[in-house]
Structure formats: C-alpha cells, structure tokens
C-alpha cells in the first residue's frame, strides 16, 4: 500500500490457508538439553504447511511477516530484544503477535511467540496445540 506521502506500506500477505503459507521458526539454545525444543512442532508445521525457512534471526523473522514475505512465524525462548520493535512493526501492519497458546504478551524477560498475518493465526495456533499433546504423549 502506498501512503499520501508516496512510501510504501509494509503490509501482511493475504494468504489465508495454513497449506499455502511460508513459515518460518528458530530453536532455543538449550535445544539438545531441554524437552522443550521445538521438535516436536517443527515436524507437525512441516506437515501441516506449504514451506517452512529457518533464517536464524527472530527480529527479522517477524518483519518478514510484516512485509508480508512470511506467512508466519514462531519461536520459543526469546528475549525481549528480540522481538519488542518486531512486535510493533507486526501490529501496525496488520498482522497478530501473541503467546504459542493464543494469550496476549507482556514483554518480559524470555518469551514464546506465534506471529501471523492473522489469517492464519488461529490454524497455527491448532497446530501447536497437537505438537503440544503429542510431546506430552513422549513423555509419559
């Protein structure tokens, strides 16, 4: 979208379908020692979307979705720096910026998030919730 003044809007894409959306998502750094790693939801959006990237940098994961170039995005174990101008940048562009279970954030010390065009978030959101039950399921 072009503004009055001539520049150019970042905008969320428009796609609508999990099955035709890039991701992308990054690992923790304690992901060979926590059971919490990301594994296990890595495997169930790799199954359950078009693509999936994993650029490495959490801060331009998010933009990306802002400019609409990803679908979504989600990570565990972030900082703050990580992801506190991303989150704005996100929002004003149409997209949503929650926890992995869909709650709000308040940015603190170490995050988890889920980014999306909004399109897709609530798909997303479903996808965790399954990797969530199946580690569960590991475990026990």
Known sequence: MITPSGKQKLS?????????SLIATGFPYDRQTSKHNNIAELKAFVNAAQGIRRPGCAALDMVYVAAGRL????????FVWDMAAARLIVEESGGVFTKPDGQGIILDEKLSVLVSNGHIHEQMLQVLEKAKIDRQELDH
């Open 12 to 20: 969320v894409s428009s796609i609508a379908n999990l099955q035709h």
């Open 71 to 78: 679908d979504g995005y989600w990570e565990y174990k972030l």
